[in-house]
C-alpha cells in the first residue's frame, strides 16, 4: 500500500489478556518504530527495527511488552498480561535511508 | 537524554490571524528537527521538517518553521490560519542514526474559530 497501515484500528481487552497489534511498513522502508500516545504521557518511544537487526528493547515500558519483525517487513507488538495503563494509541512508524519518519493510523487499545 | 518543550498547550486563534507557536529542544549535538500534525481523527503527518542548510524552511499548507541554532529554536508559523487549520500541533527531534527514535513535545491543540 501507500502508507504504513496497521491492525486492528480498536482493540478492546479485559485486564490480564494478551494482545498482538500488527504493522506493515511502507514498502522498501527499512526502519520501522513503535510509539505510544496516551493523554498522560504524550507520544512515547517504545522500539526500533533497522532491517533484520535485533532491537534495542530498553524503550519498552515493562518486560510484558515485547516486539518481532518478520523477513525486515511486517511487525507486530505483543503485550501480555495487559493492564488499565497500557490503554493508549499504539503507532507504528518507518523510514526509508533518512530520517523522516512516516506514521500508521494507529491501534487503539482500551484495557477494561 | 533529549527533550523537546513546546510552550503553549492551547492556542485560540480567529481566522486569518497570524500564527506561531514555539518549540525549544535540549540536544546539543547536530539534530533533526519535524513539526508534525494530527487533525481531528486522523493519523501525524508530516508539515515540515529541517536537517540542515537554509534555516527557513517551508512546509505544506502554508506552514515554515525557522531553526535558531543558538536559542534552540524550531518555532512553526503561519501568517494567515484558516478554520480547516485546527488540529493537534507536535514538534519533534531526532539525533544520531535514529535509533533512539523521535523525541516529542507534549503538543498544541490549536483551535480556529471562525
Do not use: M
Request: a neutral charge; glycine letters at 12%.
Amino acid at each position: 500500500g501507500a502508507g504504513v497501515s496497521q491492525s486492528p484500528s480498536n482493540k478492546v481487552t479485559e485486564k490480564g489478556k494478551d494482545v498482538e497489534l500488527r504493522c506493515d511498513p511502507i514498502s522498501g522502508h527499512t526502519a520501522l518504530y513503535w510509539y505510544r500516545q496516551s493523554l498522560g504521557q504524550g507520544l512515547e518511544f517504545l522500539i526500533y527495527f533497522q532491517g533484520n537487526s535485533a532491537p534495542d528493547k530498553s524503550g519498552l515500558p515493562s518486560d510484558r511488552f515485547s516486539a518481532e519483525r518478520t523477513g525486515g517487513s511486517v511487525s507486530t507488538l505483543t503485550i501480555q498480561r495487559t493492564q488499565q495503563e497500557d490503554s493508549a494509541v499504539y503507532l507504528c512508524a518507518s523510514s526509508a535511508a533518512g530520517p523522516t519518519t512516516f506514521f500508521g493510523p494507529g491501534t487503539r487499545l482500551t484495557v477494561l | 537524554a533529549q527533550s523537546v518543550s513546546q510552550h503553549n498547550h492551547h492556542v485560540i486563534l480567529s481566522e486569518a490571524a497570524s500564527l506561531e507557536l514555539g518549540c525549544n529542544y535540549s540536544y546539543g549535538g547536530t539534530v533533526n528537527l519535524f513539526w508534525y500534525v494530527q487533525y481531528p481523527g486522523q493519523h501525524l503527518q508530516l508539515l515540515l521538517k529541517y536537517f540542515s542548510g537554509d534555516p527557513l524552511v517551508k512546509g505544506i499548507k502554508g506552514f515554515e518553521a525557522e531553526f535558531i541554532k543558538s536559542k534552540f529554536s524550531f518555532n512553526l508559523r503561519k501568517p494567515s490560519v484558516q478554520w480547516s487549520d485546527t488540529a493537534e500541533y507536535f514538534c519533534a527531534v531526532i539525533s544520531g542514526g535514529g535509533a533512539d527514535g523521535l523525541t516529542f513535545g507534549k503538543g498544541t491543540h490549536l483551535i480556529i474559530q471562525p
